[in-house]
């Protein structure tokens, strides 16, 4: 479908809509894209085919506007004009002609970041319980746990950022251990050493190598002293003292390479995670929640959140096709590791709609039209029929049948009635038996096709576009938005 250039500032999307970095991999919200003149990536769908980085080429404010939120059955949504087009199975069509129960192309992975910084191991394992077992305060830092394993794992972790581990509970273990922000002490005299940025005062006098100086500034601003090792690495991280509600995990841990951020997510699945009918997390942070949901589709894991008890909690599981990918790319272990492998073996044949592309009105003509391109159907007499058999795609049922391995094909096998999605393996074997082309780009495997729930009015919103050429769309909160033409 043809992109009019002659409203751009009609596509657009709320601020809220979060970018990735293609360089950091840290998220951004679209507002601070547009205002920022130093962010210069997205990423996009390049050739209808993956998912890669690519320069803005512009950035457009496009004042406020009447917006809708599109809900989608994996938990995201994305907020933008009616005018907005996103990507069917039929092509790019503005929202506004598009119905719940369609699906939309989102992003089936998200490029590993272009610049990755590694942190060091034991502060991979820390934070990853911290954020899920942990409760910290200005004053203590402590973590609950059952398991001996996340225990040990926990103290080996603290032990070499200096800090021991001391029982404050049954199952509760403080982090103890007090010093000079290595960071700060870095940086030498007259700001804080405990890393609270604050100017020190001249002290009156200071005992140095060659005896007391006077005016030397002191370690400690007024009221600060030696911070809790814990603290400091919280406070590096950007981590308050946060209820559980409001946990996010921190910037840093979007800028991991790839083996890091598996190491991460195994450790909190092996503290808040678990495997029940499927790998799951039941969290209170929605926003905590959504940050597990995108850094699994660093690994092409799909996953879907939903809330639990009028939002008190937020639940995050993995659909049965990608728990194979799960188990191979997230190293999680014992019991849980042993269920997964259970699972995956169970689920072997196993079919599940989510992720599958409904079978639109057009997709169905264009192919009704090859099935039987004179659209009498089987209402002509039985000679005529026959005759006409040959030439059509009736008479070529057999061959779709023998390709698939089926005793016979009819034209609604092409898809499942009761969800009206297509059926890959047999949309793919009439295509290729009937010569029916330009639907290949459907079953690329960065494409994940997500199921919209609904789609309400969102009231004015200030909103933004994106201008990315060749490839004219971008990723926004994991949607394929479309660009207007330049
Ligand atoms: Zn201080």
Not at 131 to 159: H, K, N, R
């Amino acid at each position: 479908m043809a992109v009019k250039a002659r409203q751009p500032d009609r596509f657009a999307l709320a601020g809220d809509a979060e970018i990735t970095d293609p360089v950091t991999g840290r998220v951004l919200l679209l507002g601070d894209v547009v205002r920022e003149p130093l962010t210069g990536g997205v990423h996009t769908l390049a050739n209808r085919q993956v998912i890669a980085a690519d320069i803005i080429a512009d950035k457009m404010r496009s004042g406020v506007k009447p917006a809708v939120k599109v809900a989608l059955a994996s938990g995201r949504w994305i907020t933008a004009t009616g005018q907005h087009p996103l990507l069917t199975p039929d092509g790019w069509r503005p929202i506004a002609e598009i119905e719940p129960g369609e699906t939309i192309a989102l992003a089936g992975r998200i490029p590993w970041p272009l610049l990755p910084v590694p942190l060091p191991a034991a502060e991979i394992d820390l934070l990853a319980v911290l954020l899920a077992e942990g409760g910290y305060t200005q004053l203590s830092v402590l973590f609950t746990t059952a398991s001996p394993e996340i225990l040990d794992l926990a103290t080996q972790g603290a032990a070499e950022l200096g800090m021991t581990v001391r029982q404050a509970g049954k199952y509760s273990y403080r982090l103890n251990g007090t010093g000079p922000d290595p960071a700060a002490a870095a940086r030498g005299r007259g700001i804080c050493w405990c890393g609270c940025g604050k100017p020190t005062l001249p002290s009156k006098s200071t005992w140095l190598a060659k005896g007391h100086r006077t005016g030397v500034p002191q370690r400690y601003a007024p009221g600060c002293k030696p911070l809790l090792l814990a603290r400091q690495l919280l406070n590096r991280h950007g981590m308050g003292h946060e209820s559980a509600h409001a946990k996010k995990i921190p910037p840093r841990i979007f800028q991991v390479p790839d083996q890091q951020l598996a190491r991460f997510l195994a450790v909190f699945w092996m503290c808040d995670g678990y495997v029940d009918g499927s790998p799951g997390v039941t969290l209170a942070s929605e926003q905590m929640v959504r940050q597990v949901q995108h850094l699994l589709l660093r690994f092409g894991i799909q996953s879907t959140v939903d809330p639990r008890h009028q939002g008190a909690h937020w639940r995050l599981r993995v659909p049965s096709p990608w728990w194979r990918r799960f188990l191979d790319a997230i190293p999680i272990w014992g019991a849980k590791r042993d269920r997964l492998e259970e699972l995956v073996k169970q689920s072997r044949g196993g079919v599940s709609v989510i992720g599958l592309p409904t079978f639109t009105a057009r997709l169905r003509r264009s192919l009704r039209t090859a099935w039987d391109p004179d659209g009498f159907g089987t209402r002509v007499a039985p000679y005529l029929y026959i005759a006409r058999n040959a030439r059509t795609g009736q008479g070529r049922a057999a061959d779709v049948a023998a390709r698939l391995g089926w005793i016979k094909f009819q034209f609604d096998r092409l898809f499942n009635k009761a969800t009206n999605t297509i059926c890959p393996a047999a949309f793919r074997a009439f295509c290729a038996v009937l010569g029916v082309t330009g639907h290949d780009w459907i079953w690329s495997p960065d494409i994940f096709w997500d199921r919209i729930t609904s789609i309400t009015p969102a009231g004015e919103q200030e909103v933004y576009g994106l201008q990315v050429e060749p490839s004219r769309n971008f990723v926004a909160s994991g949607v394929i938005a479309g660009c207007p033409a330049l």
